[in-house]
């Protein structure tokens, strides 16, 4: 109920594969108002850091955030929260609630803080939504349309393919086989030039994405090949293998992809 039927449809996606989740979290000591030591800004917004984050940026609107979060109203009911879904949730800082996208945006990654929204800045009445000042409990996990350090090149550490495609992995999975030519793959990505803009997130639209691994740029029809489920790897796509130069975006692409399942083989394209 905090975030729109798109991002909610995108949390659930991400969800459905999990394992089963807590069905409540138990509402905080000071979940009926702000204690002395709570931090108050104009709009009214009362917020508490529970645990100081490790990173140095804050989101800013436009960013994409990855959260985990609990929500309850002041008589202790929770009504959202990722924690019972089993997976944390990804949606942009402009997307919420207006005292939701102001406390999200005092926060650094790592950062776990609860916030006091009033309802002036939460849901202002709106007939079946939480009704009241609404208290969150929020992780902040990343902003993960920010471009990686070393999106301008691949760094030394790096494994490179004869086509030039370069990768490195970020995470291991657990899967034992790998995804043929004609597979078809779903699969979570972010992708960058090599200045730092994000061009496309199947985070944008729905969470994942699935498609046969031959119907896109070479690049990655090679990359995800080296991957199995679970996997999560960052690819540099020299521009040869991504769009030739013919269309934007142009020059050599960077990727973020984590290989969530190989859906199946024997994709046949329709008939010419």
């Known amino acids: 109920m905090l975030i729109p039927t798109l991002a909610l449809a995108l949390t659930a996606s991400l969800a459905a594969t999990q394992a089963p989740a807590p069905k409540t979290v138990p509402a905080p000591a000071d979940v009926a108002a702000p204690p002395s030591d709570a931090v108050k800004s104009a709009s009214g917004l009362a917020s508490k850091v529970l645990t100081p984050g490790t990173g140095t940026d804050h989101p800013i609107k436009g960013d994409l955030v990855t959260v985990e979060y609990t929500g309850w109203t002041t008589d202790g009911k929770m009504f959202d929260s990722t924690t019972t879904r089993g997976k944390p949730s990804t949606f942009g800082v402009d997307r ?4 939701f996208s102001e406390g999200i945006q005092l926060m650094v990654p790592g950062e776990k803080r609860r916030l006091w929204i009033p309802e002036a800045i939460a849901y202002r009445g709106t007939a079946g939504r939480p009704a009241g000042m ?3 409990d929020v992780s902040l996990i990343e902003m993960p349309n920010r471009p990686p350090a ?14 030039g495609l370069a990768y490195k ?3 291991t ?7 043929k030519e004609n597979s078809q793959v779903t699969v979570v990505y972010t992708g960058w030039t090599t200045d730092g803009k994000m061009f496309d997130s199947s985070l944008l639209a729905g969470g994942t994405a699935t498609f046969p691994l031959n119907k896109v740029i070479k690049g990655w029809t090679e990359g995800v090949q ?10 540099w796509i020299p521009e040869k293998i991504a769009y030739g130069g013919k269309q ?6 960077v990727f973020d992809v984590e290989l969530v399942k190989i859906e199946g083989s024997g994709y046949v394209p329709p008939m010419q």
């Open 96 to 99: 919420v609630i207006p005292g």
């Open 134 to 136: 609404l208290v969150f």
């Open 150 to 163: 070393d999106v301008a090149a691949a760094p030394a550490d790096v494994k490179t393919t004869a086509s």
């Open 169 to 171: 992995m970020l995470k």
């Open 173 to 179: 999975g657990t899967g034992k086989t790998h995804p």
């Open 226 to 235: 080296l991957m199995v489920e679970g996997d999560k790897v960052r690819f």
């Open 248 to 253: 934007p975006p142009f020059g050599m692409l």
